[in-house]
């Protein structure tokens, strides 16, 4: 079984950095992707990064510029660096892989999210 850890959420004022890390353990051969979701109060959850095995990177327009994705495949860890924090951004982060090589297969995994909460 695979199992994902968040960590790093927490309390920043506007302007403010934070660093979210993502571990993935368990039995695993390969990841395809690993992605950054977030979902605010009342709104749906949307895909703020993702990264490939392989370094190719997309992000959404609203944070473009501000927030930089990472991975160590070797480590099986990913990690969101975030700077220059809004309101808008304030969410439960969830981290999710995609194309999940396992003994018994392929899957497709999330963390249990972490709360980031952006105010003065």
């Known amino acids: 079984q695979v199992q994902l850890v968040e960590s790093g959420g927490g309390l920043v004022q506007p302007g403010g950095s934070l660093r979210l890390s993502c571990a993935a353990s368990g039995t695993i051969f390969s990841i395809y992707s690993m992605r950054w979701y977030r979902q605010a109060p009342g709104k749906q959850r949307e895909l703020v990064a993702s990264?490939?095995?392989?370094?190719?990177?997309t992000y959404a327009d609203s944070v473009k510029g501000r927030f930089t994705i990472s991975r160590d495949n070797a480590k099986n860890t990913m990690t969101l660096q975030m700077n220059s924090l809004k309101p808008e951004d304030t969410a439960v982060y969830y981290c999710n892989t995609a194309g999940v090589r396992i003994t018994t297969g392929w899957g497709d995994y999330w963390g249990q999210g972490i709360q980031v909460t952006v105010s003065a």
């Open positions: 990264i490939t095995s392989v370094g190719t990177t």
